[in-house]
């Protein structure tokens, strides 16, 4: 069995940073890609950011050029940068690994609430 860990969500001010990292705490797996997803009150999860093995990287429209995602395959860990942090990115951000046991499943973190404050 695997399970995510989050961390580094919290209260900021609009302008700021913060940086979530996620590590899955069973390396017995392939992890194939790597995301995140946050889900702001009263509205559907949505897809950040994602990161394949090779180590191509997607981004919604509405972060790029403020968030980076990167891996660290040794650790087992993804990370999300966030920088330049607005009202509109608050939410409960979540993990997503894609992983490879024979065949393809997914797990989610626990998530972790990032507000940012006006």
């Known amino acids: 069995q695997v399970q995510l860990v989050e961390s580094g969500g919290g209260l900021v001010q609009a302008g700021g940073s913060l940086r979530l990292s996620c590590a899955a705490s069973n390396s017995a797996f392939s992890i194939n890609h790597m995301g995140w997803y946050r889900q702001a009150p009263e509205k559907q999860r949505e897809l950040v950011a994602i990161i394949t093995s090779d180590g191509i990287t997607n981004y919604a429209d509405s972060v790029k050029g403020r968030f980076t995602i990167s891996r660290d395959n040794a650790k087992n860990t993804v990370y999300l940068q966030m920088n330049s942090l607005k009202p509109e990115d608050t939410g409960i951000y979540y993990c997503?690994?894609?992983?490879?046991?024979?065949?393809?499943?997914?797990?989610w973190g626990q998530g972790t609430q990032v507000t940012v404050s006006s």
């Open positions: 997503n690994l894609n992983l490879w046991n024979g065949s393809s499943f997914n797990v």
